[in-house]
């Protein structure tokens, strides 16, 4: 069993960052593969990004590739999201999750947090 909180979120403009944290209970965070994703009002859950249980191997969407990055310590039970050049169009509540493999659709993880809002404004 993993409990996820997610923290760091808030209102930026445009062309700022952000860094969102995931902390997670339990002492076998670093078997599992950790992802992020996003949902705005209206809108599906989308995928942003992902990374593998030893932080080696990671996947991220097209539309924040190069402004985005995952990370994860595993000594401290946390993974990472670096956001740069935001845009309004990064506007939703994201969710870190946690599974067995990096996948970047969101069936797969089996565990999720709570959310945290992320409000770009232009």
């Known amino acids: 069993q993993v409990q996820l909180v997610e923290s760091g979120g808030g209102s930026v403009q445009a062309g700022g960052s952000l860094r969102l944290s995931c902390a997670a209970s339990?002492?076998?965070?670093?078997?599992?593969?950790m992802g992020w994703f996003r949902q705005a009002p209206g809108k599906e859950r989308e995928f942003v990004a992902a990374?593998?249980?030893?932080?080696?191997?990671?996947y991220y969407a097209d539309s924040v590739k190069g402004r985005f990055t995952i990370s994860r310590d595993n000594t401290k039970n946390t993974m990472y999201l670096q956001m740069s050049i935001l845009k309004p169009e990064d506007t939703a509540v994201y969710y870190c999750?946690?599974?067995?493999?990096?996948?970047?659709?969101?069936?797969?993880?089996?565990?999720w947090g709570q959310g945290t809002q992320v409000t770009v404004s232009s």
């Open positions: 999750a946690a599974g067995t493999a990096p996948a970047t659709t969101w069936r797969p993880y089996n565990y």
């Open positions: 990374i593998s249980w030893g932080g080696t191997i990671s």
């Open positions: 339990g002492r076998t965070f670093n078997s599992y593969a």
